[in-house]
């Protein structure tokens, strides 16, 4: 049971790019979620989807795409790289049931650099 | 909407004194509260929750929370700092029924001295 799972782990892009954070679970779970963690900022939430096919927007969406094609994935999309992007992102899965009581499992994070 | 404020990004205590890091919520209604800790280079871990069934919650690692209604308050601590307790904690709030994503707060960074 590998939990949840980001790749890559790190990555430099330069401005204008695009490029797709892969997140995947292996716990069934129905709600799978984005963050981006910066300075003295805590987690912001990009997108947030709680099953196969539906998916929301978060506080901070502007600049990212993501679809939910099965539970076990939910891939975040830079759509053309900027460097306030530049972040570490976060993916977290839990049951979709009453989602805010849910503890969230949170994979280690990609950490992105825009130059 | 519900919100969380963290006083103090960084906080600091000797190994052995008490460990006491502060968060606050704003919620319409009566809410769910966690507490969250992350060590360096790692994703976020559960340490506690409060549900309701008892205001003051034990979590993990000697850590415990006690929800205050009236002060609008879930602080966390902990009566003997750890080395290992060096780590950035994060309080969060989802409102109930908690149909709703988490609202984390900023952070407090806890350094421990030896």
Do not use: L, P
């Given at each position: 049971n590998a939990g949840v799972t980001q790749t890559p782990k790190f990555q430099v892009l330069k401005t204008g790019q695009s490029m797709t954070l892969q997140c995947a679970q292996d716990?069934?779970?129905?709600y799978m979620s984005w963050y981006r963690q910066d300075p003295g900022m805590g987690l912001r939430l990009i997108h947030y989807s709680v099953g196969a096919g539906i998916t929301d927007q978060g506080e901070v969406p502007n600049g990212y795409n993501v679809s939910r094609s099965t539970t076990e994935d939910f891939p975040l999309r830079l759509l053309s790289a900027a460097p306030s992007q530049t972040s570490v992102y976060f993916c977290a899965s839990s049951y979709s049931r009453e989602v805010g009581n849910q503890p969230q499992h949170f994979g280690d994070g990609t950490r992105l650099s825009i130059l | 909407a519900q919100s969380v404020t963290q006083l103090g990004s960084h906080v600091s205590v000797s190994e052995g004194a008490l460990v006491l890091l502060r968060c606050n919520y704003s919620s319409s209604v009566p809410p769910y509260l966690f507490w969250y800790v992350q060590y360096p280079n790692q994703g976020l871990q559960l340490l506690l929750k409060y549900?309701?069934?008892?205001?003051l919650v034990k979590g993990i690692n000697g850590f415990e929370a006690e929800f205050k209604k009236s002060e609008t308050s879930f602080h966390l601590t902990k009566p003997s700092a750890h080395m290992s307790d060096a780590a950035e904690y994060f309080c969060a709030v989802s409102d109930r029924p908690g149909n709703t994503p988490l609202v984390f707060g900023k952070g407090t960074r806890l350094s421990v001295i030896a």
């Open positions: 716990m069934n779970h129905e | 549900t309701s069934a008892a205001t």
